[in-house]
């Protein structure tokens, strides 16, 4: 039989059509079958197909060609979506171009307490939203990231920027992501209640409300002990604030020993006057404006009355006699 030129072409046509869905479907019906490896992957904003394909390689075991090829099939080679995917529930190669191609509106709520320190609320996300908890805190450590912060102070760490708070974070937010979230919370809160309350830099008084959160956490309690430490400070008086050397020690503990408060760092207050160096921990509002606008007072020195608030006093003589009278309610 003599099939004409036109015929030809027409029955390449078809077949050319019928191998590519056959191939299409293949390729992406294609089975992924990692163990052993961590299915959160996170893709950076200046990524393209390429380097993409390259990672998935390397951190997964997934074929880079396999991958891009699926990519050019569906037309999605330009339509990679920056941010942190979960891949546990990619089952095949259309999973993962779906996945990785999409804009994941899931949220994850997260609440981060008052007085938490930058380890703390590193372990809370991982519990919450599975990130890279060293990642993290290098971050919160890394000049260059707290450069581009613009926080108005020159400061080492974010230790007490990252400001505590419910937070509802897209499941694809990466670490930095969230980092920029706390802290621009933090500036926006503080520029908000603060503004000319103080004559501290932004630094200091968040120090200083780091010290007053490890104190306490009633308000009426913290507008006090601010007074104490505003005064000792005016007096060029130690702050023996022991919520600095809790902040020396691996573990909180109960109640500090005498070897504990002779460490020699200079955020001892036991040792070295002023401030410390940085903030112990992130503290809340409430603490940030006590730092700004401590009630007026002549005390100089505090005890815990062992119910959560604390006996105030001007004179340490005074003072040595609420230590007993509170030591003897409670033997």
């Known amino acids: 039989m003599h099939i004409n030129r036109k015929e030809y072409l027409i029955i390449s046509l078809i077949a050319s059509f019928f191998i590519f869905i056959f191939s299409y479907g293949a390729i992406l019906s294609t089975r992924l079958k990692c163990k052993d490896v961590n299915y959160i992957i996170t893709i950076d904003k200046n ?3 390429n380097t993409v394909a390259l990672q998935l390689e390397e951190e997964m075991c997934i074929n880079k060609y396999l991958f891009k090829i699926s990519m050019y099939l569906t037309f999605n080679q330009n339509k990679i979506k920056f941010g942190r995917h979960d891949l546990s529930v990619v089952r095949n190669i259309r999973d993962l171009v779906s ?11 997260v609440t981060l307490l008052e007085g938490w320190r930058v380890q703390d609320i590193a372990l809370e996300l991982e519990h919450k939203m599975n990130i890279d908890v060293e990642k993290f805190i290098y971050l919160c450590y890394d000049n260059n990231m707290i450069d581009k912060l613009n926080l108005s102070d020159k400061i080492s760490s974010l230790e007490g920027f990252l400001f505590p708070d419910t937070y509802f974070f897209l499941k694809t937010y990466t670490e930095k992501d969230i980092i920029e979230v706390l802290v621009n919370q933090f500036k926006n809160n503080y520029d908000k209640n603060i503004q000319n309350r103080t004559d501290l830099s932004v630094y200091e008084t968040i120090i200083l409300a780091s010290i007053i959160e490890g104190e306490s956490k009633f308000k ?33 503990k109960k ?13 001892n207050t036991y040792i070295y006057k002023g401030l410390p160096p940085g903030p112990i921990n992130s503290p809340g509002m409430n603490a940030i404006i006590a730092a700004s606008d401590p009630a007026k007072s002549n005390f100089l020195y505090f005890v815990a009355n062992g119910e959560g608030t604390h006996i ?6 005074k003072h040595l006699n609420s230590k007993r009278n509170v030591s003897r309610k409670f033997k």
């Open 47 to 49: 990524s393209n197909l």
């Open 255 to 267: 109640n500090l020993l005498y070897k504990d408060i002779e460490i020699d760092s200079p955020y």
């Open 312 to 317: 105030f006093n001007h004179t340490y003589k």
């Open 220 to 252: 009426a309690d913290m507008d006090t002990i601010s007074s104490v430490y505003h005064n000792r400070l005016m007096k060029n008086m130690l702050l023996q604030a022991d919520p600095t050397v809790q902040y020396l020690m691996p573990k909180q």
């Open 99 to 109: 996945m990785v191609t999409s804009i994941n509106t899931d949220k994850v709520k």
